[in-house]
Nanobody, 127 residues
């Protein structure tokens, strides 16, 4: 199994930016598709963004498209979520997840495709 550790969350004003990082353990990171999900209190967990093994395919929720960018650095075993133009409705606990049996083109929006999850990092956007 792979361990995932998120970082970079915090408090930011509306319109501001944050960059989340997720560091993965092991030596097979480049074989995983990676995703970001978020969950606000009282809400269902929702898909945010995903990236395939090579980084050539990305997938975004409509609510964040154009504002957020997912990327990865396989040499550093790290996936990132650059969040710009943040809105109060972006406030949530953000999780990264690894799809460890992904095919090369996979960047799934479905949480049940992901086998390993981080502990989450809190993002709070004030108005």
């Amino acid at each position: 199994q792979v361990q995932l550790v998120e970082s970079g969350g915090g408090l930011v004003q509306a319109g501001g930016s944050l960059r989340l990082s997720c560091a993965a353990s092991g030596d097979t990171f480049s074989r995983y598709a990676m995703g970001w999900f978020r969950q606000a209190p009282g809400k269902e967990r929702e898909f945010v963004a995903a990236i395939n093994r090579s980084g050539r395919t990305v997938n975004y929720a409509a609510s964040v498209k154009g504002r957020f960018t997912i990327s990865r650095d396989n040499a550093k075993n790290t996936v990132y979520l650059q969040m710009n133009s943040l809105k109060p409705e972006d406030t949530a606990l953000y999780y990264c997840a690894a799809d460890t049996d992904a095919y090369i083109g996979t960047a799934s929006s479905f949480a049940n495709m992901y086998e390993n999850w981080g502990q989450g990092t809190q993002v709070t956007v004030s108005s």
